[in-house]
């Protein structure tokens, strides 16, 4: 069943960061971190079905949706807060993969980016 836990990976993965809980305050950790694990686990299929174009894809997409999350002043500051915690995750998967494509200078451009934006967005 390799096809199967792929599938099942697909399966969890949301596009977007999506929080319809009564108490965003409250389960913003869980969602941020559940959000960040399924589409790390996306990833990470892709990468053992040796396919780094889409397993970048989706490094890259997660990396993004928690940045404009992080910068958005209608996401729940609960969430914001989250997502500036937790942004070292996709980060840090980026990094694993463009050092081993021997790609640091992508990889610099983004955490250069994330910084700035980290500091120019961060409402706490």
């Known amino acids: 069943g390799f ?11 949301q596009h977007t960061l999506a929080f ?11 969602l941020v971190a559940h959000y960040i694990d399924a589409a790390l686990n996306v990833a990470k299929n892709f990468e053992q079905l040796d396919n780094p174009l889409l397993q970048e894809y989706y490094l890259r997409r997660t990396h993004h949706e928690i940045i404009n999350k992080m910068c958005d002043p209608l996401t729940h500051n609960a969430i914001r807060k989250q997502c500036l915690h937790q942004l070292h995750k996709p980060l840090l998967a980026l990094k694993r993969f463009y050092i081993s494509h021997n790609s640091r200078a992508k990889f610099l451009l983004l955490e250069r980016e994330a910084r700035i934006l980290s500091h120019e967005f961060n409402p706490f």
């Not at 096809?3 to 993965?13: E, G, I, Q």
């Not at 319809?20 to 869980?30: D, F």
């Open 3 to 13: 096809f199967m836990s792929s599938n099942h990976a697909l399966h969890n993965y």
């Open 20 to 30: 319809n809980c009564q108490r965003p305050g409250l389960h913003a950790p869980m």
